[in-house]
């Protein structure tokens, strides 16, 4: 315990340590509390240390296979039941059922589903742990780790068609795309969830049943009738379950001895049975409310990525009033979102809370909260995937906390350029303030809270796979297949091939486009989302599911994998083949054939004496700007089933790790072997020097991210020892305020070393503390699958081969 | 190879490194210049002594599949068991450098405009900030005092910081012409026995503290003293003097220790010379001169 205190105390004096820049810096117009000087005071209450250890052990992480039983209830007995009232029926009755887990020192109420793990491939042994939950989608594994009696009552799936089997039939026609790696096309996808809050914190669920009864009286269709009881099922759950989280704490109180604890426990009862029916009347009623609105939608998404929105704005009026009353001090309100920061952490949380960026008019709307939430992850070193948007005239003492906070090396926050981000939606169909009140969704997909679908992350585009099959006769190198009968054998020139290779990669997006339709077509039938449609905006009124186009925008966020392997490979063919005629093209292919078997000099001198992608080399940006200009340009004119818009993103989570494809891509031109890592989102090829940080952003802003509004991944590892100090501070503050000048979008950083990570894989018990950021999230490092430790220790590791810096 | 003249519009650049941040403050680009009037024994960039092109080995990355030796129009180059090629009547043509698939043969130094190293240094403009911009480092930059001074002007106009990081071994005409068109200055002080001076580095350093003195005066606030630490060639009553001249300095310049590394070593044996013969224990000399130049005062940057 002490030794926890200590840590706790020498944060805070670390984070004390900005004071005197602050002091100098004026310009704290719109934060009115400077939180740094707040927490250098605080001892954090003795019971959050014990409750942060509980939590990272997980202790109150409720058992999954609860919702897998009732949702196997409600399918087996009650099968003629209209589907959007079987999710509802799923959702109240889980709400009924499950045990409010209270961890007396906690002060927000509710249970958690902290093991979840956040896509597939990652923390295999929590992997079942979504899967016996969502049966309907998953079906039936022998292998689950089940008491007998659940169990049996999950076998009723055995054998039976599930929600994902054979629902789309031009997928199932077109499966050769996900066969050979080339693409991965989805128009709904698990979880990636982003409701407005806001509506349910300012009406309360008793309010929103009665629109709902009221709107009930209206002229409705069956469908509608079936969608307003729906939601309203789901809304009596969520009151249900307030008054059992208050019952559990009354309970709980009665049996305690410590006064303290034991007020601690009525006060939270209390906070509770109000939320049963009327709306929050304070800070900690908004918090508790929120954080029950979230556990609603994730008893019904069997995925990953949920979303607070902006939560600093979304919170506010409620911190105000209480300010403004004396009801609350800003000590308290940092204590409370510190409990609320740990309530909500989770080994993988990509549970996404974003602060600052603009207001509807595009004024700063950075507050208070903004910077207490940040504070608060600072303090509690719970990381959870807290995003922060930033703007040109985003306060100078707010960018520094931030700054500071990205120093913690927690690879959170991750950073947004609203200039950048605002700009590329209003050129979509977005109204410029609705384009102004975006939120990333998860990890970093763009989204505008209650006002568009959550379809994104769809088509996970691999361009290495394309180029391999048009410089191979329509041949896949893994298999030998010929995937495309009519590619040319030989090429005169560059620009053919290039040609060829274009005409392609819009061929395979078209019929992305077109499976992705399908499927959006098809989602109402097989997952309506009827909490999601109560914290839509206009969702009661129009009494029409979320996923059948009941949203103001409807976007489809379509994935562009990765772009270093592709931008370098198309530079070595060019130039070792068209320009510089080192080798022939049958040369370079027979290489390739080879997996480079043979080729080792070739091989290595494509990978030590050509320029790649990340040096800041003007070809090689060239290159990267027209190819994704190339694949964004694809999309236009074309419409999303319920008449919204494609949004092109990069974002390579699906590359190498999600679906597999470093063993199903043969040899890239670039010089990477089958099977080694296909570099993700802007991250530089692992083989070969690597440029600095800059050259690094340099390269990345090449690209044109106004054409890209579906967001993107960009995480990228900077040596710790370059910006220690207050020096090193400043240092950052300009990497980051001089990406977003140059156009960048978004960016995290990882300040991390291969050694401690090795370490932490020796002694995980030591290292429960280390978050590392992934694709789109961070994750606790020891909790992570060896394969994918091994993933993130190389990208830690090649990072560290850039040239030294210095004389 | 020549010389850069006085009047060339080209000098021999050894590196241009991006994201500096030892060469002064912020986020920088070091420009490495070729040629040098001192002969250091310790010297971390032996590439930097003389302008010119010249060829690095390293063996130790070699695959031996010897494209070298098959474009080598003398036939000379090979594999390192075979002897590098050098000897004798290598041109430095280059030839097997543009081959190796491993970088095992690299060309070091290049002629470069002011326009190009403008250009270069600008790629970063957008990170330098308010404080960060470009160092000119060498080998000795001021010995082209008449190449660098109108990049330096016009990188000014456009907001940059400029530094040179200096030797100050360098004319007298040089040394009043940096205060008035440089941001700030990085001199070294080495050693103020000028006996030990002149033995270890080739010149004794009378200019050397002159020059110091001079900048003191005349840029208060803008002048950075690195002492390089070497074992065997500093001891503690030589510490003792540098942080003896240092105190008399009216304008407290900040001072940098600059601990001896062997970092730059293996480059000796990649451009064909000898080692250094540097020996000894390099920390407790800098614990020494921490302390020494504590008590006395000193404007000590610490890291």
Same mark, same amino acid.
């Given at each position: 315990m002490e030794g926890r205190l200590t840590e706790i105390t020498s944060i805070v004096d670390r984070s004390g340590s900005m004071d005197s820049v602050l002091d100098e810096d004026k310009n704290l117009a719109t934060v009115e509390h400077d939180f740094t000087e707040l927490t250098k005071g605080l001892d954090l209450d003795f019971r959050t240390e014990i409750l942060r250890d509980r939590v990272r052990r997980f202790e109150d992480d409720a058992d999954p296979f609860v919702r897998g039983r009732i949702a196997t209830q409600v399918y087996r007995d009650l099968s003629d039941l209209p589907v959007v009232l079987k999710r509802a029926e799923i959702m109240a009755r889980v709400l009924e059922t499950i045990q409010p887990v209270v961890l007396p020192e906690e002060k927000i109420l509710g249970a958690v589903y902290r093991r979840r793990r956040v896509h597939e491939g990652i923390s295999d042994p929590d992997a079942w742990r979504v899967r016996v939950a969502f049966p309907e989608q998953h079906g039936y594994d022998e292998r689950w780790p089940l008491p007998e009696a659940v169990r049996q009552e999950l076998k009723w799936w055995a054998n039976r068609k599930t929600d994902r089997q054979g629902a789309n039939p031009l997928r199932q026609k077109n499966?050769?795309?996900?066969?050979?790696?080339?693409?991965?096309?989805?128009g709904s996808v698990n979880g990636h969830t982003l409701p407005d809050h806001g509506i349910l914190l300012e009406a309360g669920i008793g309010e929103l049943r009665r629109q709902i009864a009221e709107r009930l009286e209206g002229v409705v269709t069956?469908?509608?009738?079936?969608?307003?009881?729906?939601?309203?099922?789901?809304?009596?759950?969520?009151?249900?379950?307030?008054?059992?989280?208050?019952?559990?704490?009354?309970?709980?109180?009665?049996?305690?001895?410590?006064?303290?604890?034991?007020?601690?426990?009525?006060?939270?009862?209390?906070?509770?049975?109000?939320?049963?029916?009327?709306?929050?009347?304070?800070?900690?009623?908004?918090?508790?409310?929120?954080?029950?609105?979230?556990?609603?939608?994730?008893?019904?998404?069997?995925?990953?990525?949920?979303?607070?929105?902006?939560?600093?704005?979304?919170?506010?009026?409620?911190?105000?009033?209480?300010?403004?009353?004396?009801?609350?001090?800003?000590?308290?309100?940092?204590?409370?979102?510190?409990?609320?920061?740990?309530?909500?952490?989770?080994a993988q949380p990509s549970v996404n809370l974003t602060v600052g960026g603009v207001d509807e008019h595009g004024e700063d709307a950075t507050n208070d909260l903004s910077t207490l939430f940040l504070e608060a992850m600072e303090t509690t070193e719970m990381t959870v995937d807290l995003s922060v948007r930033?703007?040109?005239?985003?306060?100078?003492?707010?960018?520094?906390?931030?700054?500071?906070?990205?120093r913690k090396g927690f690879g959170r926050p991750s950073l947004y350029n609203d200039d950048v981000t605002v700009e590329a939606l209003i050129r979509t169909d977005i109204e410029a303030a609705d384009a102004r009140d975006y939120a990333p969704l998860g990890c970093v997909e763009v989204m505008i809270p209650g006002r568009s679908a959550y379809r994104t992350m769809s088509m996970g585009l691999s361009l290495p796979k394309v180029l391999e099959l048009v410089l191979n006769g329509g041949r896949c190198l893994v298999t030998g297949d010929r995937v495309w009968e009519d590619v040319p054998e030989q090429f005169e020139n560059f620009e053919t091939l290039l040609l060829e290779y274009r005409k392609r990669v819009r061929a395979i997006l078209e019929l992305g486009v077109e499976i992705i339709r399908v499927d959006e077509k098809i989602e109402p039938g097989i997952r309506p989302r009827p909490?999601?449609?109560?914290?839509?905006?206009?969702?009661?009124?129009?009494?029409?599911?979320?996923?059948?186009?009941?949203?103001?925008?409807?976007?489809?966020g379509v994935t562009l994998d990765g772009v270093a392997d592709i931008v370098n490979s198309l530079y070595v063919v060019r130039k070792l083949v068209f320009s510089d005629e080192r080798v022939t093209l049958d040369e370079l292919r027979d290489a390739l054939r080879a997996n480079w078997e043979g080729y080792e000099g070739l091989r290595q001198y494509v990978i030590n004496r050509l320029p790649r992608f990340g040096q800041d080399d003007p070809e090689l940006?060239?290159?990267?700007?027209?190819?994704?200009?190339?694949?964004?340009?694809?999309?236009?004119?074309?419409?999303?089933?319920?008449?919204?818009?494609?949004?092109?993103?990069?974002?390579?989570?699906?590359?190498?790790?999600?679906?597999?494809?470093?063993?199903?891509?043969?040899?890239?031109?670039?010089?990477?072997?089958?099977?080694?890592?296909?570099?993700?989102?802007?991250?530089?090829?692992?083989?070969?020097?690597?440029?600095?940080?800059?050259?690094?952003?340099r390269s990345i802003t090449a690209i044109d991210f106004l054409k890209f509004p579906g967001g993107v991944s960009n995480v990228q590892e900077i040596d710790p020892s370059l910006v220690q100090g207050e020096d090193g501070m400043q240092r950052l503050v300009n990497l980051i305020r001089g990406f977003f000048d140059l156009g960048g979008m978004e960016v995290s950083l990882n300040f991390l070393d291969g050694k401690t990570l090795r370490e932490a894989q020796q002694n995980p018990d030591r290292h429960r503390h280390l978050m590392v950021r992934l694709f789109g999230l961070s994750a606790q490092f020891v909790n992570l699958s060896p394969k994918v430790q091994e993933s993130v220790i190389e990208r830690v590791e090649s990072a560290s081969r850039r040239p030294l810096s210095g004389g | 190879m020549e010389p850069t003249g006085p009047n060339e519009r080209a000098a021999w650049i050894f590196d241009v490194q991006r994201f500096s941040v030892h060469d002064g403050p912020g986020i920088r680009t070091t420009v490495f210049l070729q040629g040098c009037p001192l002969r250091c024994a310790w010297c971390q960039n032996p590439e930097s002594f003389t302008p010119g092109r010249q060829l690095m080995l390293f063996p130790e990355v070699c695959m031996e599949c010897r494209?070298?030796?098959?474009?080598?129009?003398?036939?000379?180059?090979?594999?390192?068991?075979?002897?590098? @090629?050098?000897? =004798?009547?290598? +041109?430095? $043509? !280059?030839?097997?450098?543009?081959?190796?698939?491993?970088?095992?043969?690299?060309?070091?130094?290049?002629?470069?405009?002011?326009?190009?190293?403008?250009?270069?240094?600008?790629?970063?403009?957008?990170?330098? @900030?308010?404080? =960060?911009?470009? +160092?000119? $480092? !060498?080998?000795?930059?001021l010995l082209q005092w008449r190449f660098i001074a109108p990049i330096a002007d016009l990188m000014r106009r456009q907001g940059l910081h400029v530094t040179v990081d200096t030797c100050a071994a360098v004319p007298q005409q040089t040394v009043e012409a940096v205060p008035g068109r440089l941001d700030l200055v990085l001199a070294d002080l080495k050693l103020i026995d000028s006996e030990k001076h002149l033995h270890w580095t080739g010149q004794d350093n009378t200019g050397i503290l002159a020059a110091i003195r001079y900048w003191d005066r005349e840029m208060p606030g803008r002048l950075w003293i690195s002492v390089p630490i070497i074992p065997g060639v500093h001891d503690k009553e030589e510490i003792e003097k540098i942080g003896g001249f240092l105190a008399t300095l009216k304008n407290e310049p900040v001072v940098r220790i600059l601990p001896f590394e062997r970092f730059g070593e293996s480059k000796y044996g990649a451009l064909g010379m000898s080692k250094p013969a540097i020996v000894g224990d390099v920390e407790p000399l800098v614990e020494g001169a921490r302390t020494v130049f504590l008590q006395q005062g000193l404007n000590l940057m610490v890291y």
């Open positions: 499966a050769w795309l996900a066969k050979y790696a080339i693409a991965n096309p989805h069956d469908p509608q009738h079936n969608q307003l009881k729906a939601m309203d099922r789901c809304l009596e759950g969520l009151s249900i379950y307030c008054l059992r989280c208050a019952k559990t704490a009354r309970e709980q109180a009665d049996q305690m001895d410590d006064p303290a604890l034991k007020t601690r426990l009525e006060e939270a009862a209390t906070n509770c049975e109000t939320l049963a029916s009327d709306p929050p009347t304070d800070f900690y009623g908004a918090l508790q409310l929120i954080f029950f609105s979230n556990f609603v939608d994730l008893t019904d998404n069997p995925g990953d990525a949920y979303s607070y929105g902006r939560i600093d704005r979304l919170l506010y009026p409620f911190y105000r009033s209480d300010l403004d009353s004396g009801r609350l001090t800003p000590e308290d309100a940092f204590e409370l979102v510190c409990y609320f920061l740990i309530k909500i952490w989770g930033l703007h040109r005239n985003t306060p100078e003492a707010f960018l520094r906390t931030v700054t500071r906070v990205v909490w999601l449609t109560v914290l839509s905006r206009g969702g009661i009124e129009d009494a029409v599911d979320l996923t059948a186009g009941q949203p103001k925008y409807d976007p489809v940006n060239a290159i990267a700007r027209a190819e994704t200009d190339h694949y964004a340009t694809c999309f236009e004119g074309k419409k999303t089933f319920y008449g919204g818009q494609f949004w092109p993103m990069i974002f390579g989570v699906s590359t190498s790790l999600i679906y597999g494809r470093a063993p199903k891509t043969g040899a890239t031109p670039s010089g990477r072997c089958r099977g080694e890592t296909l570099a993700m989102s802007f991250q530089p090829s692992p083989a070969g020097p690597q440029g600095c940080a800059t050259a690094m952003l | 494209a070298c030796s098959s474009v080598c129009p003398l036939g000379g180059a090979g594999p390192p068991t075979e002897g590098d @090629g050098r000897a =004798g009547a290598c +041109t430095v $043509c !280059g030839a097997c450098v543009e081959v190796c698939p491993m970088a095992a043969r690299q060309m070091v130094g290049q002629k470069m405009s002011g326009q190009e190293i403008f250009e270069l240094v600008m790629r970063d403009r957008p990170f330098y @900030g308010q404080d =960060g911009g470009v +160092t000119f $480092c !060498g080998g000795e930059p």
